[in-house]
Structure formats: structure tokens, C-alpha cells
């Protein structure tokens, strides 16, 4: 069991009416965080903390389901998105952050990764679902994680000098309260042919991803770079992690989506990173 969230003391404030967090002292050690309001949070065994009220869920189990997060670490953890693991490295080792928030983490397999490649900068993840967050606690206990909405980010204003959005919803207000002036988001998105073998299994007419770059009121964009690789000879395990682990592996019935990873030899990845500076 994790028993202290890591520099969570200064992090958050309260979900609830926004206060500042602390937290309280006991033995063997500090187990829980309360705001001077008496609002009060404990830190759950696998060492994170709910910051979701209820309403602010969209459903009674929000975000991705235990299956869904389970083939998604099953294929990272594989290596297979090992050239975007290491741009994204690239990146936050450039611009030397000491705090990143990994907004929309899941079930933690990139800000684990990032925290290995720059040891001195302190991370933290939050994700919409429980489930998610229970995964990155267990494998990541370095990394203060929590749960929470991006439309309600429980951490204090200026609190990060650069945060992290794969592929996630997020709400550019809070972006902008949590970051500190002239601190960075990077966006990774899917570019025009991510996956586009299954797209082309599953409709009759694809429709590929934008390629445009979406201005972002009050930053700056500095830089998009383009990472486009191969998933070569995966095997039809590995393809249908990938498929169950996306929105596309609900278009067919589990037959049919065995058959089309048996099918495969290769599959086309294709991500674009955007990084935008506030306030240049």
C-alpha cells in the first residue's frame, strides 16, 4: 500500500468548493486531505484520491470500462507505440518541466514512461475512471494520481509548467487556470491514416482524421511533429488488443473482429504532437 500521494500536499484544491488541500498527519502515516471548509478525501489503499463528485459523472461508471483498460496495457506494455513514447520523450526532456500533469492519463502506461525518461520532474495523472486510476496507482506509486473531471481539474491555479493530452476530452479553461505562464500543453492527436486498415475493414467509405491544426485561444502553437509508424507482424492477439483498446472495436461482432486481426500483417499508426505555449 502507498501511504503519501508524492508533493500531493501543494497540489490539489478541492473539488467541492476549490480550497486548498492539505494533508493530515497520522500514524503510521498521512492517509487523508482536507480544505479548511472540512471537506475531507482519503486516500484509497492502492495510494490515489477520488476527487470526483458525483456530479460531476456523466454516467454511474464514467470513462473507459476494466475491459477496455486491461487490452490497452496489454498492448502498450508490448512496446508497439515505442516511436511515440520516445518523441513525446524527446519533448518534455527539451523543455525541462519541473511539474506535468498527464491529463486523461488512463491507466498510467505514459506518464510512467515519461517519469523513467526525466526522473527530476515530478508528475501527476488524473483520469475520469476509477478503474483507470486504481491500474496506475498499483504500477506507477511515484506519480500522484487521481480522479477526476478535465472539466473540473482539482489542482491549484498555476500549479504546472507543462501538461500532457493523448487523445483525451479536455476543457481549455482549465488547461489555462492550471498552467503557469508561458507553460506548455501537448496535444497528441490522431493524424489522417491512424489505423486506417480497420477503417478500411469496417467501412465501406473511410473517412480519414483532420490534418488541420486547431488554434488553442491564449497560446501560442510552436511545433507539430508528425510520428508515423508501422505495426508490423504484431500477431492477431496484439491487432485485437489495439482494436478492443478503441471506439472501433465496438463496430463488430467478436467473430468478425477475430477474423480481421487474423487478416493483418501490418496496421498504420499515425499521431500528430502539437505543443503550444500560454500566454507567447
Known sequence: MTSTLPHASSLYRCPLCHEPLTAEHSEPAQSSYRCVNRHHFDLAKEGYLNLLPVQHKNSKQPGDSKAMLQQRRQFLESGAYQPLVQMLSEQFQQLAPSQVLDSGCGEGYYSGQLQA????????????????????AKRYPNIAFCVASAKALPYRDQQFDAMLVLCAPFELAEVTRCLRPGGHLLLVSAAPEHLLQFKQ???SEVRLHSDAIQPQPGFLHQRRQHCRFVLEQLGADAYLSLLEMTPLGWKLPAEQKQQLCQSLTQLQADFYIDSYQYGS
Not at 117 to 135: N, R
Open 117 to 136: 525518461a526525466l526522473p527530476d520532474t515530478e508528475f501527476a495523472g488524473m483520469d475520469i475512471s476509477k478503474s483507470a486510476i486504481q491500474l496506475a
Open 201 to 203: 475493414a469496417i467501412y
